[in-house]
Each structure stands twice: as structure tokens, then as C-alpha cells.
């Protein structure tokens, strides 16, 4: 059973240039987290998405940033016009449940430069 | 909003020896879970155990081992017979029950380094 794939791994993008990051739930899983982790620093809540569905974007930047899960396919997590600030590790969990284990994927280095 | 506070930035340990990580945190909700995760070099997140806040025993995983004071809003982990492997960041993690579910929130870890 594969676990939580996110690609791509490594991400360098210019300042003012889209980023996509894309991450695939463990099979089973229809509850998907987005994190983000600074340098030397603790990871951040985002969003969280159920199939089709924003639950809470409580932790999501309210301009730039965008996610979805469809119904088919991955999650996506969008950064548009990206700054130097945006540079960090993204990191996507999914669950079975609200209630249940959430399991990390690898993570996603973003660089802007 | 809970907090969740690691307030030991780093810490080392001899290796076959054991030591305790603390983490304390805020909440004014009865039903909640608690974790600690592991993130080694390579940065992958791997869950080291996992507390639910009904349960009055503490959770143990082979040589990881939780001290839970739901009172005293506390969460150690204690780390028996230490290994090179377990050299790695580990992250103290708070998630709420039904009402405010789903998202977890994260201390900002503390760095264990294990001495041979």
C-alpha cells in the first residue's frame, strides 16, 4: 500500500512564476491536509480538503494561494506570482477520517529565486 | 486557538540511554489527540506515537513511551535505550476533536542528537 506521494520533490521557480504542487492521498484516504514548514521552524496548517470539498482554509494566505482535491486525480496547491518568501518545505497528510492518523507525504522543497 | 509549546530547542542523549522530550499545550476543548512525529534529515514526517485524550493510559510504542498529564496539559516523550537512528528533529502535534478536527497544530520541535 503506497503511501502519501507528493511530486514534484524539488521545485524552483522565479519570483512572479506559478508553483504546483500536487500530492496523492494513501489509497482509501479521501481527507487531505496542506502544510507548510519554514526553516527551523514547526509545520504550519494550510488547508484541509475533502473530495470536491474545502473544509477549513483557515491557515491559507487569503491572496496567491489556492488548493483543491477533485474528484478524480491528485490535490493541488497553487502559489501564483510566488515571492522569495514563499521558498519552504509544502507538506501534504491525508487521513481516512477526521478523527484518524494523519500520514505525511516526503514534502515538497519550493526555492524561489 | 491552541498553542503547542516545545520549550527544549535541543537536546542530546548517550546512546543506550534514556531521555525524556517535553511539550505542553493550551486548549480549552475536553476531546483532543496528541502526537509526536519524528523528522530526521531526510525530512519525511513519521508518527511516533499517537494519544487519545479519553484514554487515562499513556500510549507506548516499543521503546517510545508517552507521560500524558490531561490536568496539567502535558505531553512528555520518553525515549528508552536510545539508538544512532533516533538522532532527528521530533515535533510535539495537538489535534481537536469533532468541532475543530482536522487540522493539527505543530510545536517547533526539538533537535535530539545521540551520542555514540
Known amino acids: 500500500n503506497a503511501g502519501v506521494m507528493q511530486n514534484p520533490r524539488h521545485l524552483v521557480r522565479r519570483r512572479g512564476q506559478e508553483a504546483r504542487l500536487r500530492c496523492s492521498p494513501m489509497?482509501?484516504?479521501?481527507?487531505v491536509y496542506w502544510y507548510r514548514q519554514l526553516p527551523e521552524e514547526g509545520l504550519k496548517f494550510m488547508v484541509y480538503?475533502?473530495?470536491?470539498?474545502?473544509?477549513?482554509e483557515s491557515g491559507m494566505p487569503k491572496e496567491r494561494f489556492s488548493a483543491e482535491f477533485p474528484k478524480e486525480g491528485p490535490s493541488i496547491l497553487r502559489i501564483q506570482q510566488v515571492v522569495r518568501g514563499d521558498s519552504a518545505a509544502y507538506f501534504c497528510?491525508?487521513?481516512?477520517?477526521?478523527?484518524?492518523?494523519?500520514?505525511f507525504g516526503p514534502g515538497t522543497r519550493l526555492l524561489v529565486l | 486557538a491552541q498553542t503547542v509549546t516545545q520549550s527544549q530547542p535541543e537536546m542530546s542523549v548517550q546512546e543506550a540511554e534514556t531521555v525524556t522530550l517535553s511539550c505542553t499545550y493550551d486548549?480549552?476543548?475536553?476531546?483532543?489527540?496528541l502526537f509526536w512525529y519524528k523528522q530526521p534529515p531526510s525530512r519525511q514526517m513519521i508518527l511516533v506515537i499517537r494519544?487519545?485524550?479519553?484514554?487515562?493510559q499513556n500510549a507506548t510504542e516499543n521503546r517510545f513511551s508517552v507521560n500524558f498529564q490531561k490536568a496539567a496539559k502535558s505531553f512528555s516523550l520518553k525515549i528508552s535505550d536510545s539508538q544512532l537512528g533516533d538522532a532527528a528533529m521530533y515535533f510535539c502535534?495537538?489535534?481537536?476533536?469533532?468541532?475543530?478536527?482536522?487540522?493539527?497544530?505543530f510545536g517547533d520541535g526539538t533537535t535530539l542528537t545521540v551520542k555514540p
Open positions: 497528510a491525508s487521513s481516512s477520517g477526521t478523527s484518524e492518523t494523519q500520514y
Open positions: 489509497k482509501g484516504h479521501s481527507h
Open positions: 480538503l475533502q473530495k470536491e470539498n474545502i473544509i477549513d
Open positions: 486548549t480549552s476543548e475536553s476531546d483532543y489527540y
Open positions: 494519544q487519545e485524550a479519553y484514554k487515562q
Open positions: 502535534a495537538y489535534r481537536g476533536g469533532f468541532a475543530n478536527a482536522g487540522k493539527s497544530t
